[in-house]
């Protein structure tokens, strides 16, 4: 129900985003099930990284009914700048795994 666009770092290396587009609404509705728990596992250290949750604002991930054809994006606190570009991670919301993610 997905196609995988790719993690990227942000905010100077301090934050991860991760991208993926929806092709099937139905397949894809756990990546966008609030209850889920979404956080991205360092392949080198196995540190896990969470969603960072803003006071006012939440969690930093969208959680709206998916749509076909439109890209989503969940951000992950890198504290420290753990994650590297060129670093392998596995990407994790709830069920849902992709190992192997290059960061770019």
Known sequence: GTEIIGIHTASSGYMLTFRYRVLDPALAKPLNDQKA?????????????????????????????????????????????????????????????VPGLIVE
């Open 37 to 97: 728990k979404a956080y991205v596992i360092d392949e080198t250290t196995g540190v896990r990284l969470a969603v960072p949750a803003m006071e006012n604002v939440g969690e930093l991930r969208q959680t709206t009914q998916s749509e076909a054809d439109k890209t989503y994006f969940i951000v992950f606190g890198n504290p420290g700048k753990l994650v590297k570009p060129g670093g392998r991670v596995t990407v994790v919301i709830g069920r849902f795994h």
